[in-house]
């Protein structure tokens, strides 16, 4: 149970969540202002974790930043929770292959993280492809439990984002519902900077944005790619961060 609900009042702003694959990555999104650092390997799945080496080392050098672990899904985030450094602030888990609620309610309240990481479930837009409960109701299952928080993300990383599996509609009502209980929604999935300025057009306040692929270049071949999905192996660019942040400033008044 988070210890501060007043963590989740709504931002003045839309928050942005960038996720890093290491300690050099984490220093520039920390140098950016970025609001969460998020430590994930994306070469290893939608939310796999980095070594948790890496974990010590950022709590080490970044202490003022909130820094997020993801921990994968449930196998790894049970194994891995209790490494998760106190001083980090969120840790996010994966529900794919629970189809049933109370596995996945299970799951959340037998993770051993240590008492100072607020859990962060995450809900994929793709429910039926990582064979999960779906968006809904993992939202209502968190505002059941009387958490505070959960990032919607996809599970496939094919080159299709949160949009194709989301209507802006479903979006809305999904946020409004998460707004009234007073739960702060991340989204993410593949997501691109001009889809964030289009659905900033909606009148409803999402919690934030969480960004891998749209913030990366390709490290190998160098030819940039339009597809995210494809770019979120590569390499942090700090140009990227920037506008990310730029438009969240402009957008999420
Ligand atoms: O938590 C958010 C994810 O790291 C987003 O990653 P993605 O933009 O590559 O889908």
Same mark, same amino acid.
């Given at each position: 149970?988070?210890?501060?609900?007043?963590?989740?009042?709504?931002?003045?702003?839309?928050?942005?969540?960038?996720?890093? &694959?290491?300690?050099?990555?984490?220093?520039?999104?920390?140098?950016?202002?970025? $609001?969460?650092?998020? =430590?994930?390997?994306?070469?290893?799945?939608?939310?796999?974790?980095? $070594?948790?080496?890496?974990?010590?080392?950022?709590?080490?050098?970044?202490?003022?930043?909130?820094?997020?672990?993801?921990?994968?899904? +449930?196998? +790894?985030?049970?194994?891995?929770?209790?490494?998760?450094?106190?001083?980090?602030?969120?840790?996010?888990?994966?529900?794919?292959?629970?189809?049933?609620?109370?596995?996945?309610?299970?799951?959340?309240?037998?993770?051993?993280?240590?008492?100072?990481?607020?859990?962060?479930?995450?809900?994929?837009?793709?429910?039926?492809?990582?064979?999960?409960?779906?968006?809904?109701?993992?939202?209502?299952?968190?505002?059941?439990?009387?958490?505070? &928080?959960?990032?919607?993300?996809?599970?496939?990383?094919?080159? &299709?984002?949160? =949009?194709?599996?989301?209507?802006?509609?479903?979006?809305?009502?999904?946020?409004?519902?998460?707004?009234?209980?007073?739960?702060?929604?991340?989204?993410?999935? +593949?997501?691109?900077?001009?889809?964030?300025?289009? =659905?900033?057009?909606?009148?409803?306040?999402?919690?934030?944005?969480?960004?891998?692929? $749209?913030?990366?270049?390709?490290?190998?071949?160098?030819?940039?790619?339009?597809?995210?999905?494809?770019?979120?192996?590569?390499?942090?660019?700090? $140009?990227?961060?920037?506008?990310?942040?730029?438009?969240?400033?402009?957008?999420?008044?």
């Amino acid at each position: 149970m988070p210890a501060d609900s007043t963590l989740a009042a709504p931002p003045r702003r839309w928050q942005l969540l960038v996720s890093v &694959r290491n300690l050099d990555e984490a220093k520039t999104a920390a140098a950016l202002g970025v $609001d969460i650092i998020d =430590f994930k390997e994306p070469r290893r799945g939608p939310l796999a974790p980095v $070594d948790a080496a890496v974990w010590e080392a950022a709590a080490q050098a970044l202490p003022d930043a909130s820094l997020s672990a993801a921990l994968g899904e +449930s196998d +790894s985030a049970l194994r891995l929770a209790s490494r998760v450094p106190a001083t980090f602030r969120f840790a996010k888990v994966g529900p794919s292959g629970l189809r049933a609620a109370s596995d996945l309610t299970d799951l959340w309240s037998e993770l051993p993280l240590p008492a100072s990481v607020e859990l962060v479930p995450v809900a994929y837009a793709d429910a039926d492809t990582a064979a999960c409960v779906e968006v809904e109701q993992v939202l209502e299952l968190v505002i059941a439990a009387g958490r505070t &928080r959960m990032l919607i993300d996809t599970f496939s990383k094919d080159g &299709r984002s949160l =949009f194709d599996h989301l209507t802006h509609d479903h979006l809305v009502r999904l946020l409004r519902r998460a707004n009234a209980a007073g739960v702060w929604v991340a989204l993410a999935g +593949s997501v691109r900077l001009d889809q964030v300025a289009e =659905f900033a057009e909606q009148p409803v306040v999402a919690g934030c944005w969480g960004v891998r692929g $749209d913030v990366c270049v390709p490290s190998v071949d160098r030819v940039p790619s339009v597809n995210p999905a494809e770019r979120r192996a590569g390499q942090l660019d700090a $140009d990227r961060v920037h506008a990310w942040m730029q438009t969240l400033q402009t957008h999420g008044n």
